[in-house]
């Protein structure tokens, strides 16, 4: 299951409170801003700021702004992931090509729904991954899951990388530069998106 950012306790049952109420005017802070001027367009010092906190206080808890956004998602993403597991387990009879399918449904329709806080958790993932090699946890625990579906399908021994290559390239069609190019340029709809990453990923 995917593994999120856990908190850290502090020392002290002050410095635990001091810190949740830390991180409750950061968030509330953070989503009104976010729905105001989007994601794109706030900085981590507007944020502290604005939640009355130094950017010290800040960059200690969330490193960077998809950071910040993945915790305004994290409930939504771990619910997103339980119904992917769900469907995967109640439909194990059926081709492994058609709950690949099922599980990329339950994906796009969270996309739609957090689309913004999403693209700020990838964008910070795509500076983390130049500097370091890093990638979301939300992305590698997606990767896992499309590799296992493609290792079913196809489970020769010289097939095994190129699934891999597979679930890359599946992830890169996902992330929100490319999706929005299809649904706002394009004008694809998510189900026409869907039945197109099919064609051209699975069948």
Same mark, same amino acid.
């Given at each position: 299951m #995917?593994k999120? &950012?856990?908190?850290?306790?502090? *020392?002290a049952?002050?410095e635990? =409170? /001091?810190?949740? +109420? ?5 968030? %509330? ?7 105001q001027?989007g994601v794109e367009?706030v *900085?981590?010092?507007q944020? %502290?700021?604005?939640a009355?906190?130094?950017? !010290?206080?800040?960059? =200690?808890r969330?490193?960077?702004?998809g950071?910040?956004c993945?915790?305004? #998602?994290k409930?939504?993403v771990v ?5 992917i597991?769900t469907?995967?387990?109640h439909n194990? &009879?059926?081709?492994? +090509? ?5 599980a ?9 729904s957090?689309?913004q806080?999403? &693209? !700020?958790?990838?964008d910070?993932g795509t500076?983390?991954?130049k500097? %370091?090699?890093t990638?979301?946890?939300?992305y /590698? ?9 493609y290792?079913e399908?196809?489970?020769? &021994?010289?097939?095994? =990388? ?14 929100s530069? %490319?999706?929005?190019?299809q649904?706002?340029?394009? !004008?694809? *709809?998510? +189900? +026409? #998106? ?6 051209t990923?699975?069948?």
């Amino acid at each position: 299951m #995917i593994k999120l &950012k856990d908190e850290k306790p502090g *020392s002290a049952r002050a410095e635990r =409170r /001091d810190a949740a +109420e830390n991180r409750q005017r950061i968030l %509330a802070t953070a989503i009104r801003l976010f729905e105001q001027f989007g994601v794109e367009q706030v *900085s981590m010092n507007q944020i %502290a700021t604005e939640a009355g906190i130094g950017p !010290g206080t800040l960059y =200690r808890r969330y490193r960077n702004k998809g950071e910040l956004c993945l915790d305004l #998602i994290k409930g939504n993403v771990v619910s997103c992931f339980k119904d992917i597991q769900t469907y995967l387990e109640h439909n194990r &009879k059926e081709p492994p +090509e058609q709950r690949l399918k099922g599980a990329l449904r339950i994906f796009l329709r969270f996309r739609e729904s957090k689309m913004q806080l999403l &693209k !700020g958790v990838e964008d910070a993932g795509t500076t983390n991954r130049k500097k %370091a090699g890093t990638r979301s946890p939300l992305y /590698d625990e997606l990767h896992r899951l499309l590799v296992e579906l493609y290792h079913e399908m196809n489970n020769e &021994k010289e097939a095994v =990388r190129n699934n891999v290559f597979k679930a890359d390239m599946l992830l890169e069609a996902l992330k929100s530069d %490319a999706y929005l190019y299809q649904r706002e340029v394009r !004008g694809y *709809s998510p +189900e +026409e #998106i869907l039945d197109l990453l099919y064609i051209t990923f699975v069948s």
